[in-house]
């Protein structure tokens, strides 16, 4: 998982550019798992990417926007270290997925206080308080998501609804593991934890982002629903972010 090994390949300095396919998608590896949004890992040297590294290259103040320079390269391979850390952090208690959660958020870009709360209650909610990775109608049968879920057996799996094949193709491409092949991997809980908060920060779920109703500048709790699922009980998760939040 998170197959970043290209990278000790790559020649600092070199164009962007003039990545081959397997040296790019190393690096769109790593811009996705920095959280910025690059959509597939294609090893293609397209808008997303280009605007992705640009942004990580502003943010750190590393180099220049066309160019991989070694402190890029650092910087991708200890936030990849970093990473794997959290996810291998124990899960087998409640207590534990909040703590990873927590993390996990920090990590990603969403450090608030807020967001964590908010990325909390939805996980309570999304689980249906176990803090377990669940299936699409967990109290039904595999043999009726089969029948009626138009998008089997790519149907929603984790702490919160990875749906649909394009988003397991993403997610694949991320964390070089086969959803596609074999989707029940949406169920571990270290691959459940990442989907939540990338898809949380980068607007994988609804194209919405968490960050456009939680923020420095405010705390739209019922609104940040749209993230996951329009409105659908919006106000009783809301609550529950802002029990987590006063707890804190």
């Not at 990775?133 to 879920?149: G, M, Q």
């Not at 106000?235 to 972010?241: D, L, S």
Request: overall charge positive.
């Amino acid at each position: 998982m998170l197959d970043l090994k290209p990278l000790d390949k790559i020649d600092p300095g070199t164009q962007l550019s003039d990545l081959n396919k397997t040296k790019l998608s190393a690096i769109q590896r790593g811009l996705a798992i920095c959280g910025y949004p690059v959509g597939d890992v294609d090893g293609l040297h397209g808008p997303k990417t280009r605007n992705a590294f640009a942004e990580l290259v502003s943010d750190t103040g590393h180099g220049h926007t066309s160019l991989v320079s070694e402190e890029i390269l650092s910087y991708l391979k200890s936030r990849n270290k970093k990473l794997i850390t959290i996810l291998a952090s124990p899960s087998s208690t409640k207590e534990d997925v909040k703590e990873q959660i927590s993390a996990m958020f920090k990590f990603i870009g969403l450090p608030l206080t807020t967001q964590i709360a908010y990325g909390l209650a939805t996980t309570q909610w999304e689980t249906a308080h176990t803090f377990e990775p669940v299936r699409e109608a967990f109290w039904l049968s595999e043999s009726w998501r089969k029948k009626n879920l138009r998008y089997y057996p790519y149907y929603g799996r984790g702490y919160v609804q990875l749906t649909w094949e394009n988003n397991y193709r993403m997610y694949s491409g991320i964390l070089s593991l086969d959803l596609l092949g074999d989707p029940d991997l949406a169920m571990r809980p270290d691959v459940a934890l990442f989907v939540l908060a990338h898809g949380m920060k980068t607007g994988t779920f609804t194209q919405r982002t968490l960050e456009q109703y939680v923020n420095r500048k405010g705390t739209d709790f019922f609104n940040a629903r749209k993230v996951i699922n329009g409105l659908d009980k919006a106000g009783k998760i809301a609550a529950i972010a802002e029990q987590y939040q006063s707890d804190l």
